[in-house]
């Protein structure tokens, strides 16, 4: 079930502790476009369908990554792409996004996803030790 764009960006504009909207769905943008580029397949395409469509495409449509990013160098590159964060700001942004996709996600599709990812991942997604 795909969950509603509002929805979505409450529950990451919650967790982050946005001031704004904007600031939630820019956070949403990057990381999910950064994700995308770490999914493959199936994965991708469930994960997809179960987030608001504006999302979705941002997700199947993702930043390209030459080599799968450890989670450190995962939350590197979000400071990178999002102006005047640090890796700070950018750990929390992750945390935000990725917690917020898990739960839209549900246990199994999160499992299927942190596979596909190297390890570490388990905390970004709020799910320490789940795979």
Sequence with gaps: MRLPWQTFLDQVGERGDYPTPHEAERAARTVLALLGAHLVGDVRAA?????????????????????????????RATAAWIEGATEQTAAWDVSAVLSTVADAAGEELTSRMLLQLPPGYDVLFGRPHSV
């Design 47 to 75: 994960l997809a369908a179960r987030l608001p469509e504006t999302f979705a495409v941002v997700l199947l449509n993702p930043l390209q990554a030459a080599e799968p990013l450890s989670p450190e160098r995962f939350v």
